[in-house]
């Protein structure tokens, strides 16, 4: 039964930085998608980030040289917000897919967390 669970979301100011981290239990597979979405009240959810297990990396232009997104062999994740933005506020997901290559669209991904709220003023 796979499980993530996000954690490290708050409210920081423009400017500022936050670390999300998604732990991942449940699976052993050693090829992998690890992806980090976000939806903001109103719009739809969008990929921000996402790291295969090849190492190959993606990024939303909007958050290009602020965000670096990276993950290890015990199935965890983590995004490194940095210079964030009010525009950046939005609940914040991790997904992960298995035996897949690198996607940021949200019906490639069957497996979820619950979500961190990210609140930038």
């Known amino acids: 039964h796979v499980q993530l669970v996000e954690s490290g979301g708050g409210s920081v100011k423009a400017g500022g930085s936050l670390r999300l981290s998604c732990a991942g239990s449940?699976?052993?597979?050693?090829?992998?998608?690890m992806a980090w979405f976000r939806q903001a009240p109103g719009k739809e959810r969008e990929g921000v980030a996402a790291?295969?297990?090849?190492?190959?990396t993606f990024y939303a232009e909007s958050v290009k040289g602020r965000f670096t997104v990276s993950g290890d062999n015990a199935g965890n994740s983590y995004l490194q917000m940095n210079n964030l933005k009010p525009e950046d506020t939005a609940m914040y997901y991790c997904?992960?897919?298995?035996?897949?290559?690198?996607?940021?669209?949200?019906?490639?991904?069957?497996?979820w967390g619950q979500g961190t709220q990210v609140t930038v003023s």
């Open positions: 449940g699976y052993t597979y050693n090829t992998y998608c």
């Open positions: 997904a992960v897919e298995f035996g897949a290559s690198i996607s940021w669209f949200e019906h490639d991904f069957d497996n």
């Open positions: 790291i295969d297990s090849d190492g190959s």
